[in-house]
């Protein structure tokens, strides 16, 4: 009995210390720690009294704060991943996605049974914790029954105390738990809202009208690589451990480049998305609208709204994508307006996988150079080209072998086999940091050395990060930044985009023009579709 007493009371107090972490349980994991929870929370002494209602009004009110607390746990649940891979909290519009993304990523870096063992988790952990709630919430009003009379007058005295501290400006009171589930509300309410207004909005595009035209005049004849380079971010040149390393690495970068003749003007744009979701960055980009949802790009993809692609294609140009890291049906390619989809299965590659990365960037360059760049009579091309060597998990990291051994990619086997598992480079975030860093590195060189060896006068390279790492990765929650490159041993190519003021070399400064990456479409166009020396 006196055991059972014991426990009894253990389990009391479990539950009204559980109800206050459940109400100051904060959202970013950088802001766990002791001090968090040093807070009055306003709802602890609500909750109480409605626990403590008489008849029905009291069981009513269990089943509905259970509702809203399990409710509000798995939202900041969903905050903490959220902030930490993408930046931002979770949207229960546009991230209902993310269940499916996640699931493959983590089939590549950890296989299909322990993904297949997480989403089980995950499904009993959610069902756990609605369980908890409703459990905690009736073994806290059992308590406050006990003596129904102290307990409302201890609750009322909390609460004016609350009131007094809070008039007095106390920073640690508040009603953190309801603000986050009214700014979830609120959040779904504007999504919705945006998701109408971008439906009405999207197909007001001002260059509908110009499909067709004779474009780009400043580039004819020229091939245009559209290049997305994954995860290559701002944080890459400001922050440590990555700065000193990839700072020197673009300086070499530009000095090589410049001592073979060939120009490069670098700033900054504003990607759409953080830590992936890449192909909101690609459609940016491309049809010049701000997509930064899926439900957006998915309106975007069934509009009539015209691409960089389509514009190229109806200017002349044969229209190519060089997509190595789709392996599964795609038919939002049909919005963009391909001639051809090189992806995962029909791009030649026999070699070993990179984990996650079907291929390595120099085989992609390879593959396209001998596929669209080799033969003589061809319409210019214009490819959209995704480098994903430097998609997580970063491990192995590829090494640059001699261009005209890359062949059937076969060659690059041994590296493929090289190198620590994913397990353990992610066992820590100094290995993360480190193996991101490398294979950032190793894009840059490689793109450098397809450039000196097969660029020639008719090649112009705009290249462009797709978004910044994960928080956790970067070190940064705020970074949206990538580093934008235009390359060409033509300098006419480079005196057209004068105006832009981006900066000599493959290092922009900190003073580097910062735009949004969906203003680079109608600045494209307009910089090359001039006169140059024959009308259009």
């Given at each position: 009995?006196?055991?059972?007493?014991?426990?009894?009371?253990?389990?009391?107090?479990?539950?009204?210390?559980?109800?206050?972490?459940?109400?100051?349980?904060?959202?970013?994991?950088?802001?766990?720690?002791?001090?968090?929870?040093?807070?009055?929370?306003?709802?602890?002494?609500?909750?109480?009294?409605?626990?403590?209602?008489?008849?029905?009004?009291?069981?009513?009110?269990?089943?509905v704060l259970a509702v809203l607390l399990g409710l509000g746990i798995l939202l900041r649940g969903a905050d903490l991943v959220t902030h930490e891979i993408f930046g931002r909290p979770f949207n229960l519009i546009f991230d209902a996605h993310l269940l499916a993304d996640g699931s493959r990523l983590l089939t590549g870096v950890l296989g299909n049974l322990a993904a297949t063992a997480v989403g089980v988790v995950l499904v009993l952990v959610s069902a756990l914790l609605a369980w908890l709630a409703f459990a905690m919430l009736g073994r806290v009003q059992v308590a406050l029954r006990v003596a129904p009379r102290a307990s409302a007058l201890t609750l009322l005295v909390l609460l004016l105390g609350w009131g007094a501290l809070n008039a007095a400006g106390w920073s640690r009171t508040g009603t953190f738990?309801?603000?986050?589930?009214?700014?979830?509300?609120?959040?779904?309410?504007?999504?919705?809202?945006?998701?109408?207004?971008?439906?009405?909005?999207?197909?007001?595009?001002?260059?509908?009208?110009?499909?067709?035209?004779?474009?780009?005049?400043?580039?004819?004849?020229?091939?245009?690589?559209?290049?997305?380079?994954?995860?290559?971010?701002?944080?890459?040149?400001?922050?440590?451990?990555?700065?000193?390393?990839?700072?020197?690495?673009?300086?070499?970068?530009?000095?090589?480049?410049?001592?073979?003749?060939?120009?490069?003007?670098?700033?900054?744009?504003?990607?759409?998305?953080?830590?992936?979701?890449?192909?909101?960055?690609?459609?940016?980009?491309?049809?010049?609208?701000?997509?930064?949802?899926?439900?957006?790009?998915?309106?975007?993809?069934?509009?009539?709204?015209?691409?960089?692609?389509?514009?190229?294609?109806?200017?002349?140009?044969?229209?190519?994508?060089?997509?190595?890291?789709?392996?599964?049906?795609?038919?939002?390619?049909?919005?963009?307006?391909?001639?051809?989809?090189?992806?995962?299965?029909?791009?030649?590659?026999?070699?070993?996988?990179?984990?996650?990365?079907?291929?390595?960037?120099?085989?992609?360059?390879?593959?396209?150079?001998?596929?669209?760049?080799?033969?003589?009579?061809?319409?210019?091309?214009?490819?959209?080209?995704?480098?994903?060597?430097?998609?997580?998990?970063?491990?192995?990291?590829?090494?640059?072998?001699?261009?005209?051994?890359?062949?059937?990619?076969?060659?690059?086997?041994?590296?493929?086999?090289?190198?620590?598992?994913?397990?353990?480079?992610?066992?820590?975030?100094?290995?993360?940091?480190?193996?991101?860093?490398?294979?950032?590195?190793?894009?840059?060189?490689?793109?450098?050395?397809?450039?000196?060896?097969?660029?020639?006068?008719?090649?112009?390279?705009?290249?462009?990060?797709?978004?910044?790492?994960?928080?956790?990765?970067?070190?940064?929650?705020?970074?949206?930044?990538?580093?934008?490159?235009?390359?060409?041993?033509?300098?006419?190519?480079?005196?057209?985009?004068?105006?832009?003021?981006?900066?000599?070399?493959?290092?922009?400064?900190?003073?580097?023009?910062?735009?949004?990456?969906?203003?680079?479409?109608?600045?494209?166009?307009?910089?090359?579709?001039?006169?140059?020396?024959?009308?259009?």
């Amino acid at each position: 009995m006196q055991f059972s007493l014991h426990a009894r009371r253990l389990i009391t107090l479990v539950a009204f210390a559980g109800l206050f972490v459940a109400l100051t349980l904060p959202n970013r994991l950088a802001w766990i720690n002791g001090s968090a929870f040093i807070y009055f929370p306003l709802e602890f002494m609500v909750i109480g009294l409605l626990l403590l209602a008489p008849g029905r009004a009291a069981a009513v009110s269990r089943v509905v704060l259970a509702v809203l607390l399990g409710l509000g746990i798995l939202l900041r649940g969903a905050d903490l991943v959220t902030h930490e891979i993408f930046g931002r909290p979770f949207n229960l519009i546009f991230d209902a996605h993310l269940l499916a993304d996640g699931s493959r990523l983590l089939t590549g870096v950890l296989g299909n049974l322990a993904a297949t063992a997480v989403g089980v988790v995950l499904v009993l952990v959610s069902a756990l914790l609605a369980w908890l709630a409703f459990a905690m919430l009736g073994r806290v009003q059992v308590a406050l029954r006990v003596a129904p009379r102290a307990s409302a007058l201890t609750l009322l005295v909390l609460l004016l105390g609350w009131g007094a501290l809070n008039a007095a400006g106390w920073s640690r009171t508040g009603t953190f738990a309801w603000d986050q589930l009214v700014a979830h509300g609120r959040d779904t309410m504007e999504s919705v809202h945006d998701i109408r207004d971008f439906a009405e909005t999207v197909n007001e595009d001002q260059l509908a009208d110009r499909a067709g035209e004779p474009l780009f005049s400043r580039l004819r004849g020229k091939d245009v690589y559209i290049v997305f380079a994954e995860s290559y971010g701002r944080v890459l040149l400001d922050r440590e451990p990555f700065a000193e390393s990839v700072t020197a690495t673009l300086t070499e970068a530009g000095e090589a480049l410049a001592a073979d003749g060939v120009y490069a003007r670098s700033a900054f744009l504003t990607s759409p998305t953080v830590g992936g979701l890449s192909w909101l960055a690609h459609a940016s980009t491309l049809s010049g609208a701000w997509i930064d949802s899926e439900t957006r790009y998915e309106t975007l993809v069934i509009s009539d709204r015209v691409t960089l692609n389509q514009l190229f294609r109806g200017a002349g140009w044969r229209t190519v994508a060089a997509m190595p890291a789709i392996s599964m049906a795609w038919p939002e390619g049909q919005y963009y307006g391909y001639d051809t989809i090189y992806n995962a299965h029909n791009f030649g590659y026999q070699g070993l996988p990179f984990n996650w990365v079907t291929m390595p960037d120099q085989y992609v360059l390879s593959a396209l150079q001998k596929r669209e760049r080799s033969g003589t009579g061809r319409q210019p091309v214009m490819a959209e080209v995704a480098l994903i060597s430097s998609h997580a998990p970063w491990t192995p990291v590829a090494h640059l072998v001699p261009w005209d051994q890359v062949g059937d990619g076969r060659i690059f086997d041994s590296q493929a086999q090289s190198g620590p598992s994913p397990e353990t480079v992610w066992r820590e975030v100094d290995s993360i940091r480190s193996h991101y860093r490398q294979s950032i590195e190793y894009m840059l060189r490689t793109l450098v050395s397809y450039v000196q060896q097969y660029g020639d006068e008719n090649l112009v390279i705009l290249m462009l990060g797709d978004h910044p790492p994960a928080p956790m990765v970067s070190g940064d929650p705020d970074a949206r930044q990538v580093p934008v490159h235009l390359i060409a041993r033509d300098p006419a190519v480079i005196d057209a985009i004068a105006d832009w003021h981006w900066q000599p070399g493959m290092l922009p400064g900190d003073d580097a023009p910062v735009w949004p990456m969906d203003s680079l479409r109608n600045r494209f166009v307009a910089a090359f579709s001039g006169p140059s020396g024959a009308a259009e």
